[in-house]
């Protein structure tokens, strides 16, 4: 507009000529029906470009609306969970009626039990190393994160295949080679998961403290409880259960973050382990 229009009013006012043709085109009937309404649930392509960024930045709040092959459907976005403990092992605890030998680590089990589940979930560590049973107890086998599990499974198997037989560890690491490739360190993953459950407070503290280290630049948040577990065979027919109720729940809940508390208080009554919970920032 002339900056002179914009501050003279009498310049401006419509011309009363202009006024009188849109006068007479508004009164004239339409021929064409008018464009249907886009129904509220038909989502436009910047709207769902926004859902995918929200997807990306964290776990959706509420279920999410999508348009396939013209009908509306919709859907939740289901967690993904992270197991952590100390070395990302194959060591029983949650299901030792298969494995019936207890020993320092949980991790790659409750990967099994929830996974078979049909739960979305990963596993990691939090130690320096993978430590296994060895010849003796100040004798373990130390593997560095990220050795493939066959590696493993063939270098046990050439030092003494009867030994690790017979202690289940063999078995262990043949189950863990076809679940996934190899240990993986909590520290140095890259991926973001929604929920991590962590089996003691010592490794509860050290999520925590990595997550805070990466300062948290994206806003992301993510729920970190630990079930206190002790590592002993007794324990380990209760404990697969306990975690499995508790990934269950969180995996049907609508909103996590508002259900998370009633979810909790629920897994406190119905089993012993005592429970931790913050949420944390990627």
Request: aromatic letters at 4%; a negative charge.
């Amino acid at each position: 507009m002339d900056p002179r229009k914009a501050r003279d009013p009498r310049l401006s006012r419509v011309d009363p000529r202009l006024q009188r043709l849109q006068n007479e085109a508004s009164s004239t009937p339409s021929l064409a029906p008018p464009p249907e309404q886009t129904p509220p649930t038909d989502l436009s392509s910047a709207e769902i470009s926004s859902q995918s960024l929200q997807v990306t930045a964290g776990l959706d709040k509420s279920p999410t609306t999508t348009v396939m092959d013209g009908e509306p459907r919709t859907y939740k976005l289901r967690p993904l969970f992270c197991v952590v403990c100390a070395s990302n092992q194959v060591i029983n605890l949650l299901n030792s009626l298969l494995l019936p030998h207890s020993a320092q680590n949980r991790s790659m089990e409750g990967h099994n039990v929830l996974a078979k589940a049909g739960l979305r979930v990963v596993s990691s560590g939090t130690g320096t190393a993978v430590r296994l049973p060895g010849p003796s107890i100040d004798k373990p086998n130390i593997y560095a994160f990220g050795t493939p599990y066959t590696t493993i499974y063939e270098e046990l198997s050439s030092k003494d295949h009867r030994l690790y037989t017979a202690n289940g560890l063999l078995q262990m690491l043949d189950r863990n080679r076809h679940i996934k490739t190899a240990p993986e360190r909590w520290q140095e993953s890259k991926t973001a998961v929604d929920v991590v459950i962590t089996c003691e407070e010592r490794c509860f503290d050290i999520v925590c403290d990595d997550l805070l280290g990466r300062g948290g630049e994206f806003n992301r948040p993510v729920h970190i409880i630990n079930v206190e577990i002790k590592d002993n065979h007794e324990e380990a027919l209760i404990a697969g259960k306990a975690i499995l109720d508790l990934a269950t729940a969180i995996d049907a809940a609508q909103d996590l973050d508002e259900e998370i508390g009633s979810i909790l208080e629920t897994q406190q009554q119905k089993h012993p382990h005592s429970l931790l919970h913050v949420v944390g920032f990627y």
